[in-house]
């Protein structure tokens, strides 16, 4: 079988972070079938329309589409318009020697890859992994060209339970299947033990401080500034171990973090750690021992599903697909999104728990990821679905 992937992101020797997931889905499903992977990115003066570059052993095609820095959805919507009449003519080539179109993310990818389907009649699979739909999309979604996605859309996958009945809700005719990625349990494994001295636990946050200026949450959309000020108010509890508290993920360490520590009195038991690496995530995860998910909006985290593989506690906001990650005391803890009081007290609970009772949960987060979120099926699971749409 052959797949054309359409894909908002994809990494190359450039920016081998950039759309990591996306590859490791090719290079999974590559065992099974053909892949031919399209790229969108804006196009600015100087870009070409349509490149080509190799990553890993696979050629990427890299396509642009028109954008303009403006809040006015109409001139969104005209130049993405303007952008399916292109990919239309460019992609031609690539949609022929295809049987099946994979987008990723229903927004951009999956509007551009609906309208190759009703152009030359190929099947299409979109996948939803969250701010799509809950923030992308409904921005451009009430003009014609970018609505009738759905009518040339198959299937639609999602990253999530919460997500397929989310997407279920809204488009009530389509039909939809839940996939979840997960992680590598071989890669993101460690030893189920406390991991600092024994009065003292490694709390880690990966989400950052990125603007997210299109939401009304700013810098706090991944919660960080929510974390903090719950951890302001927990290290002054008289609780049976003290924390440490490491920050990482993009922008966080910047002088807008840096003046919340100090104006939260908070410097001395933070650490900032900045944006890391993909290969260098597992040997984080394997010096913590809680990983926190604080964030007001998500699909299904894979930091979550990396730290249940990893033998972490987990304490995260009860949003999204993040309660499938985490059963509420018993391999960590829930708490609504944006209360920082309540989170304080889902760590103080926390740092009470004695070496028993960590590690039992420890050993039930690694359980949870061997049951339900092993990577190696998730590459078989996307055959299956492409040979259901395809027969």
């Given amino acids: 079988m052959r797949v054309l992937y359409i894909v908002n992101g994809f990494p190359s020797p450039e920016n081998s972070n950039h759309g990591i997931f996306n590859f490791r889905a090719v290079k999974g499903t590559s065992e099974y079938v053909c892949p031919t992977i399209v790229k969108l990115r804006y196009w600015k003066p100087g870009r070409k329309i349509k490149s080509t570059y190799e990553y890993n052993g696979f050629v990427v095609t890299s396509f642009c589409v028109f954008n303009f820095p403006t809040n006015i959805k109409l001139i969104k919507a005209l130049l993405l318009l303007i952008s399916l009449w ?106 189920c033990s406390i991991s600092s001295q024994s009065n003292k636990l490694t709390f880690l946050y990966l989400g950052g401080f990125a603007d997210r200026s299109s939401t009304s949450y700013g810098r706090d959309f991944k919660g960080g500034v929510t974390l903090l000020k719950a951890w302001r108010d927990a290290i002054k509890l008289n609780s049976l171990r003290d924390g440490v508290l ?49 964030s007001h909006s998500e699909g299904l985290p894979n930091v979550g599903v990396e730290a249940l593989a990893s033998h972490n506690v987990v304490i995260g906001s009860s949003v999204g697909g993040i309660p499938e990650v985490i059963i509420d005391g018993n391999n960590g803890f829930l708490f609504r999104a944006g209360d920082y009081k309540q989170l304080c007290f889902q760590i103080e609970k926390t740092l009470n728990l004695n070496d028993k009772e960590l590690l039992d949960k420890k050993n039930l987060s690694r359980r949870r990821a061997e049951q339900f979120f092993d990577s190696k099926n998730y590459a078989s699971s996307l055959v299956k679905l492409y040979n259901e749409i395809t027969t």
């Fill in 86 to 191: 292109v990919a239309k003519m460019k992609l031609k080539k690539e949609v022929d020697n295809c049987d099946l179109i994979h987008s990723v993310g229903i927004d951009l990818a999956s509007v551009i890859a609906a309208s190759l389907s009703e152009k030359y009649e190929k099947k299409h699979i979109a996948q939803c992994i969250g701010t799509d739909l809950t923030f992308n999309l409904p921005l451009i979604e009430k003009y014609p060209w970018v609505r009738k996605w759905s009518k040339f859309t198959n299937m639609v996958l999602c990253n999530s339970s919460y997500l397929q009945k989310e997407v279920r809700n809204k488009y009530v005719d389509i039909q939809t299947a839940v996939a979840y990625r997960g992680a590598n349990l071989t890669v993101f494994n460690s030893e």
């Fill in 246 to 294: 490491l920050l990482s993920g993009p922008e966080s360490n910047t002088e807008f973090v840096n003046s919340l520590l100090d104006d939260y009195d908070i410097i001395n038991s933070v650490t900032t750690i900045g944006p890391v690496l993909p290969d260098k995530v597992p040997e984080l995860m394997r010096r913590a021992d809680v990983i926190i998910i604080p």
